[in-house]
Structure formats: C-alpha cells, structure tokens
C-alpha cells in the first residue's frame, strides 16, 4: 500500500526521471536542471500566507514588537515545512545567481540594531532630551508606527518588543533596497545581452 506522505523527488524535465541536482545537473542523465525561483516565491507567499492566520489569532496588542517578532522565528520552520510538503520541481538551463532577498533583510536587521544602540548611548552621553529622545525613537518606529501607534518605541517597550519591531520596519527598508537591486541587475543583463547580440550580428559600424 503506497504511503500518502511519502515524498516524491523531482523529474528531470529532460529525461522524465525522478532525480537530484548535483553541481548544477541532473544526478540522472546529467542534463543541466535548476530549482526556478518562481518555487521558492510560492513557497514563501504560502508560508506568509500561513502566518497571516497565525497571526490575526495569536495577535497581542500589548506587546506588539514581541509577536511580531515570535511570527519573524516562526517563518524559518514554516518555511522549512512548505518546503517538505511541496516539492521543487526543475527546468532546464542554469541557475542565474544573484543575492536573495534574505540577505537584504539579515544585512538590515543587523544594521538597524546596531544603528539604534549606537543612537541610544549617544543620546545619553549627550544628555538629549526626552523631546529628541521621543523623535529618534519615532524614526527607528517607521514605518510600522504608521500603520498602528503601537509600534512606536517607547521607553516602557521591553527588550523583545523592541527587536520585533526594529525586525518589522527592516523588512520595509530591505525590500525597497532589494527591487531596486533587481532592477538595475535587470537593467544591466539587458544591455550586456544588447551588445552581446550587436557584436554576434555584426550590425556595429566597422571603421572605413
């Protein structure tokens, strides 16, 4: 009796047999195969898709940055969990390497914590006021303390809360650095295949 959890491997889209990726080709027939990124997209837009629901029930309006960060833990096992019950599947060709958004998002995470601790002990050192205080606090808020108030940094907010939300603005500010990535790594492909093409034509002027 067949299992109905069993996890079946991907077929090679050239030979039609279940097989691994090994160095960027086909364990099988050795045929050049990738994972597409539009798989690793679905994977995600299910795992958020997962934590919206988890989320609007487990929601704490007194502790906001603390949940938001509990549901930014949750997405890596999610993740890892979409990725067993949902199998790759491969297409032909080679994989087009490029920095992945996650890296954006660690690189921005990292950056703002270490930015706001130095503004924090600055402010002190400074003596600032609670006026200015309360401003950079607001800046190290945004954009979330936009859509709910809760999300402003006050000094009550605990540890944790802090970490959530300083994790939750960062999305923000990674995803727009990472489609403008895109988009010039986009925008320089093209002209390099452009010229590729002029020279393989010959359709460039040649001097008299």
């Known amino acids: 009796m067949p299992n109905p959890f069993q996890r079946k491997p991907p077929v090679c889209p050239a030979c039609k047999m279940p097989a691994r990726i090994i160095r960027g080709s086909c364990s099988y027939c050795s045929a050049e195969v990738y994972v597409p990124l539009a798989y690793f997209r679905w994977i995600w837009l299910l795992a958020i898709a997962v934590l919206v629901v988890i989320g609007t029930i487990t929601y704490d309006p007194d502790h906001p940055g603390g949940w938001l960060l509990w549901l930014i833990c949750l997405s890596i096992p999610l993740r890892v969990v979409c990725g067993i019950l949902i199998p790759p599947w491969f297409e032909l060709g080679k994989f087009r390497s490029g920095i992945p958004f996650i890296f954006w998002y660690v690189a ?101």
């Open 108 to 208: 921005f995470i990292i950056f703002t914590f270490f930015y706001w601790q130095a503004w924090g002990w600055l402010s002190i050192v400074l003596r600032a006021s609670r006026g200015d205080f309360a401003d950079l606090m607001g800046i190290f808020s945004m954009p979330l303390c936009w859509v709910n108030s809760r999300f402003f940094i006050a000094p009550d907010r605990s540890f944790s809360d802090v970490c959530g939300i300083l994790a939750g603005n960062s999305f923000f500010y990674a995803l727009l650095v990472f489609l403008l990535y895109r988009g010039v790594h986009a925008r320089l492909h093209a002209n390099r295949v452009t010229r590729m093409n002029l020279a393989a034509d010959g359709s460039e002027d040649e001097p008299e």
